[in-house]
């Protein structure tokens, strides 16, 4: 069954729409995507495709809610509040257990210290909740020596710096989110979804693999006492699933930093307009300086969790490894379904794509149709 394409384009990007009407055509099974971008604080792109989604559904957006607590972390910097090079046990003091003392905020953020996990696993209650998370995380021994090597802190990163975060400020990320990025600008994208707004909401579907796709997870499924397991949480007595995980009703309401952010590609596109450039007149978040500090590659070498090479800035992925078109301080994050959302501080686009269907994982985070939809939004922008 084929989907039309919905929404609108500005004059010039006309191509993007192309773009996004070809991809949809392609897929097998309805992805339920959205398709949002700015260029120069103006909206610019607003598509969706699939059954029963519009350009206001809201869905679980799962890792892009690293850049959203990561856009509070940098303000927090940008503010003097906190300070890369200080050692996470100066501010939160239990955390420097087992040999973790010496790791600073910086090297939390590039993914650093060791602490992918739990020894057991954490129950779907602890993984819902960072504060509880934090916690378990405080007294853990770490995988490898902090500061010698990284691995993506996949369910674990957003507890262990909102834990700074509410150390030093005594408010959580949520909060601070809440109050600075998402209500002032009118954003669409929610760490902690209201109940009011459940009625938007739509479940997470999940893959439909080939048999030869099937064939291939088996073959990748990770054990679950290694790395990638523990980061992965498979190493609980019950395995987080990770689209069970997304649909729950406790982790939609407590938004946990790393994968619980619910919302729209509008919603995700906006948030990261106001990061680096002004909308609706109100200045940009974040300072050249402080994109530059946050964007770049920051981890050269092998990811110990996902086999990538050079996978992080501070807490926001590097993305110009995979999108050579976008500049090298480019911030943002993918997410586990096959989204993405960015800001390009060269072209002044903000993009953000999510679906609703979990794609075949390319080993990248971001589903491989991202190349081709961004690539047209930055391209129409430069043209513009």
């Keep these: 069954m084929s989907y039309d394409v919905q929404g609108t384009v500005a004059d010039g990007f006309e191509g993007v729409r192309e773009e996004f009407a070809a991809f949809v055509a392609e897929e097998a ?128 990163i957003g507890a262990l710096t909102g834990e700074v975060v509410r150390r030093v400020t005594g408010r959580t990320v949520q909060e601070l989110y809440e109050e600075r990025i998402r209500a002032p600008y009118g954003i669409d994208f929610h760490l902690g979804l209201p109940e009011e707004l459940e009625a938007r909401w739509r479940e997470v579907l999940p893959l439909d693999p080939t048999e030869e796709q099937l064939e291939a997870l088996l073959e990748r499924a990770p054990a679950p006492d290694s790395i990638r397991g523990v980061s992965f949480n498979m190493n609980a007595p019950e395995p987080t699933d990770l689209v069970a995980f997304g649909n729950s009703r406790t982790v939609r309401a407590l938004g ?19 990061a680096i450039g002004t909308v609706d007149g109100r200045a940009p978040l974040l300072t050249r300086e402080t994109v530059a500090a946050f964007g770049g590659r ?10 990538q090479s050079g996978h992080f800035g501070l807490g926001f992925e590097y993305l110009t490894r995979l999108y050579p078109f976008l500049d090298e301080h480019t911030i943002g994050h993918s997410g586990a379904t096959g989204s993405l959302g960015f800001a390009d501080p060269a072209s002044g686009v903000a993009y953000a794509y999510t679906r609703r269907r979990f794609a075949f994982p390319s080993g990248e985070g971001a589903s491989p149709e991202n190349g081709r939809l961004a690539e047209s939004v930055v391209r129409a922008a430069h043209a513009a």
């Design 29 to 156: 099974h309805d992805p339920g995507a959205q398709l949002a971008a700015y260029a120069g604080g103006r909206q610019v792109v607003d598509l969706w495709a699939g059954e029963d989604i519009s350009g206001s559904s809201l869905t679980s957006l799962y890792s892009i809610t690293k850049g959203a607590a990561h856009l509070v972390v940098a303000l927090l910097v940008q503010d003097g509040v906190l300070d890369l090079d200080r050692e996470v046990a100066a501010y939160w003091p239990e955390f420097g257990a087992e040999g973790k003392e010496r790791l600073t905020l910086r090297e939390l953020l590039e993914h650093r210290s060791g602490v992918v996990g739990v020894d057991g696993g954490f129950t779907a209650e602890e993984l819902a909740d960072d504060r509880l998370s934090a916690a378990r995380l405080a007294g853990q021994k770490p995988l490898w020596e902090p500061g010698t090597a990284y691995g993506y802190h996949g369910f674990v």
């Design 256 to 274: 946990p930093a790393s994968s619980g952010g619910v919302g729209n590609a509008r919603g995700v596109a906006r948030m990261y307009a106001a």
């Design 298 to 307: 920051r981890t050269p070498g092998t990811d110990l969790v996902t086999g």
